[in-house]
């Protein structure tokens, strides 16, 4: 018996060298080396012109205290952040639950099922301006959508939507949810397809149904790609600009803007380019920790159920 064989049959340890994979023999050699890195060359380039050479210019734009000193002393700016906060953590969470919770309703396997899956698609299937200028249209004066349904249903339309501010962010709120749910829903769609039937049959057996079966096997089983799809979703959240920007326009009085509605509006509708930049930067402190934390979740426990 080798020694290898010896330590695994007496439980003692292995030591690392007789664990190492042997080396590959394969190597690159003369023309196909040098066909390797033309092939390589043209996406480092693309890569360095349009994205390492706009964040570098960004930072480089923004790196004057004065500017953040300005930041911090605009009332809009702190406002600002504060919708940034509020429409991250409510958005995305809210989407979050009501993905999984439509995830589970999507597996019954029937064509009606089925149809409402295609129709739900929907407005995450159309562009970001049309699904959001629509809504913006339905809710931007009494004689929109909404206020005529009213109108017809109660005999009096509703408040004026976009004037009040707390009314204006939930409507960037539902109109974020609406847009995004349905990508997220089909993510725990195929997650939940991918979960064995045994496991269900079991659960059955143990009389864990209905809601019981959603808390304690699914959710336990989908808990890592939740996790990955939240980090992610507010990474990206972050940096939304389509939502707010075509749905209430930061109305009223730029009360409802968000960190890129508000850089956007510094940089190209101020002209203060630098400022608008600055805005943008001041996220990074949040964002930065989002991506190393899911970079090390998915590569310590991946995707996989």
């Not at 809210?94 to 309703?105: E, H, Q």
């Not at 064995?196 to 079991?202: E, L, N, R, S, V």
Request: hydrophobic fraction near 55%; glycine fraction near 8%; aromatic fraction near 16%.
């Amino acid at each position: 018996m080798s020694t290898t064989q010896q330590s695994v049959a007496f439980g003692q340890p292995i030591a690392v060298n007789e664990l190492r994979r042997p080396p590959r023999r394969f190597r690159l050699q003369g023309s196909d080396n040098s066909w390797a890195i033309a092939f390589v060359i043209p996406y480092i380039a693309v890569f360095l012109a349009f994205i390492v050479y706009p964040v570098a210019y960004g930072l480089w734009m923004g790196h004057d205290p004065s500017l953040y000193a300005l930041l911090f002393g605009d009332p809009i700016y702190l406002t600002t952040a504060m919708n940034t906060v509020m429409f991250v953590v409510i958005g995305v969470n809210v989407t979050m639950f009501l993905a999984f919770l439509l995830s589970g309703f999507f597996m019954i396997r029937s064509w009606l099922i089925r149809l409402l899956l295609a129709v739900f698609l929907i407005p995450w299937a159309l562009p970001a301006m049309i699904v959001f200028t629509s809504i913006h249209l339905m809710v931007v004066t009494q004689w929109g959508l909404v206020d005529s349904l009213l109108r017809a249903v109660i005999g009096h339309g509703g408040p004026l939507w976009l004037v009040n501010e707390w009314i204006a962010r939930g409507v960037n709120i539902v109109s974020y949810v609406w847009k995004w749910m349905p990508f997220w829903t089909l993510i725990f769609l195929a997650a939940c397809m991918s979960i064995p039937q045994d496991i269900y049959d079991a659960a059955d057996i143990d009389g864990a149904s209905g809601y019981r079966r959603l808390l304690y096997v699914t959710f336990p089983l989908l808990g890592n790609v939740y996790l990955i799809s939240t980090l992610l979703a507010t990474v990206w959240t972050l940096g939304d600009f389509y939502t707010v920007f075509f749905v209430s326009t930061g109305a009223p009085g730029r009360l409802t803007d968000v960190l890129a509605t508000y850089g956007f509006n510094e940089a190209y509708i101020f002209g203060y380019i630098n400022l608008g930049v600055a805005a943008m930067m001041t996220a990074l402190p949040l964002m930065i920790p989002l991506v190393i934390l899911l970079m090390r979740r998915v590569r310590v426990t991946g995707v996989q159920l």
